[in-house]
């Protein structure tokens, strides 16, 4: 169930990604959740604010998603930020702009809608930047608002990350993927 492949690097320009990298490596195996934070949608506010600067118009939409965008959730104390651009897979368009205030790319996933995933300068952030009509960032959305307003699967989703946390994984993926199930359930139930 745990895979034990090391770190690969960063695939060059145009190349695809389905293989860890290595910011997704966990050094003890173990997932860190924490209890909610307030502070969380403060910076993620800050961020959004640092990105809608740097590309002004060409930030067409910036969310917090994930577990540090739901009030009361568990979660691994890293800033999620979706990011919609006209095309994701132009970096020409964003990226310089957005290295340029200090993010990085760690991830290039043309096979997985054309994700970008960039780490932020100052904050524990994780910036995923998808192409404008993209399906994922309303499956994203959606769980958030379910999570938000279910409290039956707010609970179920934080027993299901905290057992699943306490087991051991060599990455973070591995973790995300096995939590898929139950998300695919509280998804059906969103509508």
Same mark, same amino acid.
């Given at each position: 169930?745990?895979?034990t492949d090391?770190?690969?690097?960063?695939?060059?320009?145009g190349a695809t990604?389905?293989?860890?990298?290595a910011?997704?490596?966990?050094?003890?195996?173990?997932?860190q959740?924490?209890?909610?934070?307030?502070k969380?949608?403060?910076?993620?506010?800050?961020?959004?604010d640092?990105?809608r600067?740097?590309?002004?118009?060409r930030?067409l939409?910036?969310?917090?998603?994930?577990?540090t965008?739901?009030?009361?959730m568990?979660a691994?104390?890293?800033? %999620?930020?979706?990011?919609?651009?006209p %095309?994701s897979a132009d970096e020409?368009?964003?990226l310089?702009?957005?290295?340029?205030?200090?993010?990085?790319?760690?991830?290039?996933?043309p096979?997985?809608?054309e994700r970008?995933?960039?780490?932020?300068p %100052?904050?524990?952030?994780n910036?995923?930047v998808?192409? %404008?009509g993209?399906d994922?960032?309303?499956?994203m959305?959606?769980f958030r608002?379910?999570l938000?307003?279910d409290?039956?699967?707010?609970?179920?989703?934080?027993r299901?990350?905290?057992e699943?946390?306490?087991?051991g994984?060599?990455?973070v993926?591995?973790?995300?993927?096995?939590?898929s199930e139950v998300v695919?359930?509280i998804?059906?139930?969103?509508?």
């Amino acid at each position: 169930m745990v895979p034990t492949d090391g770190p690969t690097p960063l695939p060059s320009r145009g190349a695809t990604s389905t293989d860890t990298t290595a910011h997704e490596l966990l050094a003890d195996g173990r997932i860190q959740l924490v209890e909610y934070d307030p502070k969380w949608p403060y910076l993620f506010q800050r961020e959004a604010d640092r990105v809608r600067e740097a590309l002004g118009t060409r930030a067409l939409r910036l969310e917090h998603v994930g577990s540090t965008a739901v009030p009361g959730m568990v979660a691994n104390p890293c800033v %999620d930020m979706v990011l919609v651009v006209p %095309d994701s897979a132009d970096e020409s368009d964003y990226l310089p702009a957005l290295e340029k205030v200090g993010y990085t790319l760690v991830a290039r996933e043309p096979e997985r809608h054309e994700r970008r995933l960039l780490s932020g300068p %100052d904050v524990n952030v994780n910036v995923h930047v998808f192409s %404008d009509g993209c399906d994922e960032v309303e499956r994203m959305l959606r769980f958030r608002d379910r999570l938000r307003a279910d409290s039956d699967d707010h609970a179920h989703y934080v027993r299901t990350k905290r057992e699943l946390a306490a087991l051991g994984w060599s990455r973070v993926r591995d973790y995300a993927d096995a939590k898929s199930e139950v998300v695919a359930e509280i998804l059906t139930r969103a509508g």
